[in-house]
């Protein structure tokens, strides 16, 4: 009698992931950043979509007298004002979402198809708004430093030095440094180089680097051209004279500050469109509340190898 041999076999892991569910994310989308300065500014409402900042007129020229004794000799002033002080316009970061009916109908388990492409949406829209309230040529904070406020690298990486004249820059309560991820750390290696490891500072739940207690917050929307790139420091809120955000309140559909989200309607063709809108705005209320180190190199990382053995 022959022997008889089973084959023994198991089900596999392709057959198998038949019956079974996986569990699925929302769609992760790599340009969405922290958006710190958005979190940092003082945001001011706006009435009908214009923000005036009035100035003084000849600050210099106010007479006051604290030498003489007589009451009956005082000094006369008075505090002159600029008649039109400079008048910022809320700007308008807005696109229009399409999602076809039917995609939403059969297709939002376990995400809501509309949702999630609002969500996307409204963080590519976040997004351009941090880069336009540092880039815009009209209101951006690139554009709006004064040529008296402005430093230049000694050697081209930003060093201890280089901060430390910016803040002389902008003495009065400066707030935080704003700067590109890679100009951070080309400071970092700099001061540690120099044996000054620069202290960190948690805020929102996260670490960053600091330099005289002021933290340097990163973002990707300062841009670097050639290997070069800039470094900010601000000072803010409207009762410090320093820099704010401009946002228009009350915006009908409102889904958060400045930000609305209108439903359209649906077309012939079953879109439903979805018009996605946010209103700011930047003023600096006084030249010296921003200071900007220039021409900063990032790209130094075989001279500091170097150094370094040295």
């Known amino acids: 009698m022959s022997d008889i041999h089973e084959a023994h076999t198991a089900l596999g892991d392709v057959a198998a992931r038949t019956l079974s569910n996986a569990t699925k994310t929302v769609p992760m989308m790599g340009t969405i950043t922290p958006r710190w300065l958005v979190?940092?500014?003082?945001?001011?409402?706006?009435?009908?979509?214009?923000?005036?900042?009035?100035?003084?007129?000849?600050?210099?020229?106010?007479?006051?007298?604290?030498?003489?004794?007589?009451?009956?000799?005082?000094?006369?002033?008075?505090?002159?004002?600029?008649?039109?002080?400079?008048?910022?316009?809320?700007?308008?970061?807005?696109?229009?979402?399409?999602?076809?009916?039917?995609?939403?109908?059969?297709?939002?388990?376990?995400?809501?198809?509309?949702?999630?492409?609002?969500?996307?949406?409204?963080e590519t829209v976040k997004e351009r708004q941090e880069s336009e309230l540092i880039n815009n040529t009209e209101y951006g904070l690139l554009n709006n430093v004064a040529d008296s406020m402005k430093v230049k690298t000694r050697n081209g990486s930003p060093t201890p030095d280089d901060l430390d004249e910016l803040i002389a820059k902008v003495w009065k309560e400066p707030a935080f440094f704003l700067a590109h991820p890679r100009a951070i750390a080309a400071f970092g290696r700099e001061a540690t180089r120099r044996g000054t490891p620069p202290p960190t500072l948690s805020l929102f739940g996260s670490q960053f680097l600091t330099w005289r207690g002021l933290p340097l917050i990163p973002t990707d929307k300062l841009r670097i051209t050639n290997g070069k790139t800039n470094i900010l420091l601000l000072r803010t809120g409207e009762s410090r004279q320093g820099v704010v955000g401009l946002y228009q309140p009350n915006l009908t559909d409102e889904l958060s500050m400045g930000l609305s989200v209108r439903f359209m309607g649906i077309n012939h063709k079953a879109i439903a469109s979805y018009l996605v809108s946010l209103y700011c705005s930047l003023a600096v209320l006084t030249e010296d509340a921003l200071g900007l180190l220039e021409n900063v190199e990032v790209d130094n990382y075989y001279d500091y190898a170097y150094d370094y053995k040295k």
């Open 39 to 122: 979190h940092l500014l003082q945001w001011v409402p706006v009435e009908a979509g214009i923000y005036r900042v009035n100035k003084v007129k000849n600050e210099t020229s106010l007479a006051v007298d604290c030498s003489s004794l007589d009451e009956k000799v005082l000094p006369q002033t008075f505090v002159d004002y600029e008649e039109w002080g400079r008048e910022y316009r809320l700007n308008a970061v807005n696109t229009v979402l399409d999602v076809h009916t039917r995609i939403a109908d059969l297709y939002s388990s376990p995400h809501n198809q509309i949702r999630e492409q609002l969500r996307l949406t409204i």
